[in-house]
């Protein structure tokens, strides 16, 4: 009795043993098929990371760009503004009154 116990307990210890060396072996045969694509899926997604962060720089450069033609717009109509206003009282101080009004004469009554 003892020895058939002893029989069945080998036969499920070699079971066991050829059950991990299966699991082994498919795991192994598993990995070799995947690593390629893992491989390629690891190199595309830092290839994407590497376009993200490509992409984010042009971004931020475009901004910066437009961000200083607004800024140099703007003081150039200061600068414009500025210009007109020195020129206006420039004019003001080298010019005495001004005539407006210039009534027609008797003789150009036909105009």
């Known amino acids: 009795m003892q020895e058939l116990i002893d029989q069945a307990n080998k ?3 070699n079971n066991r043993e050829n059950l ?11 990995q070799r098929e995947n690593l390629p694509r893992a ?3 690891g190199r595309s997604r830092r290839r994407t990371v590497d376009n993200m962060v490509a992409n984010k720089a042009i971004i ?8 200083f033609f607004a ?5 150039m109509i200061k600068q414009i503004e500025y210009a ?3 020129h206006q009282q420039q004019l003001g101080e080298q010019s005495g009154n001004a005539l407006t009004y210039y009534p027609l004469k008797h003789t150009k009554w036909y105009i």
Do not use: G, S
């Not at 991990?20 to 598993?30: D, H, T, V």
């Not at 931020?60 to 961000?67: C, L, P, T």
């Not at 800024?71 to 003081?75: D, F, K, N, V, W």
């Open 39 to 41: 491989w390629k899926n």
């Open 11 to 13: 036969l499920t210890d």
């Open 20 to 30: 991990n060396n299966r699991r082994q072996k498919i795991c192994q045969l598993y």
């Open 60 to 67: 931020e450069k475009k901004r910066e760009k437009q961000a």
């Open 84 to 86: 007109k206003k020195q």
């Open 71 to 75: 800024r140099e717009t703007h003081l």
